[in-house]
């Protein structure tokens, strides 16, 4: 079965909240694992030498909810992309009324906990950034 215009839409969305979603997770639990299993949102930075270091990190748990539930998304729609693709190219199945439903809830439940990620990450970044720039250091550029 051809899938229509607006089925294609859905999946071309899928496919990027997955992508989104995984590079999400990757990041932070890069970046924690960047400062020794420290969380740096909301943190204060010091200067340690040359280099920057957490001299009040926040709870591990801010990083690890941020990248849990950018983590589920992506598995979710990963999960999803998957099914759909499957069910309407291969099945040639049609929705139910009760699955999407289901669906709409688990989607409305994904979403906020992405934007409560959103919050946590952009304020938590904010922070950090905040206590950098108060450091006041001038970074001279190395001359060749």
């Known amino acids: 079965m ?6 294609r839409v859905e999946l071309a969305l899928f496919a990027a909240a997955f992508l989104c ?28 030498g040359s280099s920057l270091a957490l001299s009040r990190p926040s709870a591990p748990s801010l990083c690890y909810f941020v ?21 309407s190219c291969i099945e040639d199945s049609h929705r139910g009324a009760i699955g999407l439903r289901i669906a709409l809830a688990i ?25 950098i720039i108060s450091l006041n250091t001038t970074i001279r550029p190395l001359l060749g």
Do not use: E
């Open 21 to 48: 979603g995984a590079v999400a997770a990757a990041a932070m639990t890069r970046t924690q694992g960047s400062f020794s299993g420290r969380c740096p949102l909301y943190g204060v930075a010091t200067l340690n």
């Open 67 to 87: 990248a849990g539930a950018s983590g589920l998304l992506a598995l979710y729609c990963l999960l999803l992309l998957l099914f759909w693709i499957y069910s």
């Open 107 to 131: 989607s409305a439940i994904a979403v906020f906990l992405v934007l409560v990620s959103a919050c946590i990450l952009r304020f938590g970044t904010r922070s950090l950034c905040n206590s």
């Open 2 to 7: 051809a899938l229509s215009w607006l089925q």
